[in-house]
């Protein structure tokens, strides 16, 4: 059992990483408010731990309910202890190929979502002098592929925010992650995508073997949610929570590559780089 229970919110608890992040949490003693979309799915999440477990049924993309969602939460849990920005879609699709709609839906789910409701915790964690507020971004939010560019540009975004953010908030003994997984075993690359239709045939040899890889491998993806829960947990506990926490095997090798090529690049154009001064 957790040392001392905490009052979670976490959006998106009804499958994938937010699902097995609540249920963790709860098993351990915690409260745990879970955002949903729909009235069974509110049912279904309530039943994993009745009186602890409270859903919410919020659109991630109704920007102004969300100090109003804060507001019942707390008047039914408590203070908010720590905010779990969990909900999120990958969108597949060239860059060339995908709507500016396309953009702005991603945009709106993955990073202005996350904002308006880190807004709406702010002030009380910041009155209380302390929280913790984890952003689920993705090794997509470091590292790129091709096909998924609108995709990892969200997550670029949480990335920049989650970590300016955590310096201006510092003072008041709050702490903000990015938390940045590999391939989880969820729906992210099944029935939870939302795939950009093949338009340009230019991209052929891009895009058609990478569709069907990432479809193949759905279900089937090397990272175990309930382990990735664990390390919530352990992140949730930490004195000094680190500023961005990459979960799996993969994230870290694909992690290590890019630093290794951002520096050999640095270094090759580094006269370019220190050219540009008045002197």
């Known amino acids: 059992m957790a040392s001392k229970s905490k009052t979670f919110l976490i959006t998106g608890v009804s499958s994938g990483l937010g699902r097995s992040f609540a249920k963790a949490a709860l098993d351990v003693g915690h ?9 069974e799915a509110a049912r279904l999440f309530e039943t994993l731990a009745p009186g602890r477990a409270i859903a919410v049924q919020l659109d991630i993309t109704d920007f102004d309910a969300m100090p109003a969602t804060v507001a019942q939460v707390e008047r039914r849990l408590g203070p908010v202890d720590v905010l779990v920005n969990n909900a999120g879609y990958g969108h597949e699709g060239a860059l ?4 500016m709609e396309d953009l702005r839906r991603q945009f709106d789910v993955n990073v202005f979502g996350a904002v308006a409701l880190i807004k709406a915790v702010l002030p009380g964690m ?3 002098r302390g929280g913790r507020i984890v952003n ?3 090794m997509g939010g470091f590292i ?6 609108v995709y990892c540009g969200s997550k670029f975004a949480l990335e920049g925010i989650s970590e300016a953010l955590g310096k201006e908030v510092a003072p008041f003994n709050v702490h903000v992650t990015a938390l940045a997984p590999g391939q989880f075993r969820t729906d992210w ?9 093949r338009s340009i045939a230019d991209y052929d040899a891009v895009m058609d073997p990478l569709r069907a890889a990432r479809q193949a491998k759905s279900g089937s993806q090397p990272g175990d949610p309930a382990k990735a829960a664990q390390a919530l947990l352990k992140l949730v506990e930490a004195a000094a929570p680190p500023v961005r926490l990459y979960l799996g095997e993969d994230a870290l090798e694909l992690v290590e590559r890019k630093i290794d090529q951002m520096k050999k690049e640095m270094t090759d154009w580094a006269h370019v780089s220190r050219s540009t001064g008045f002197r």
């Not at 409260?31 to 009235?39: E, F, I, N």
């Not at 060339?96 to 709507?99: G, L, V, W």
């Not at 690359?189 to 239709?197: E, F, H, L, N, Y």
């Open 144 to 149: 790129t592929m091709p096909g998924i560019s």
């Open 189 to 197: 690359a099944g029935r939870s995508m939302q795939r950009s239709p």
């Open 126 to 128: 910041r009155s209380r």
């Open 96 to 99: 060339e190929e995908s709507t």
């Open 136 to 138: 689920v971004t993705s």
């Open 31 to 39: 409260q745990v408010a879970g955002t949903v979309r729909s009235p």
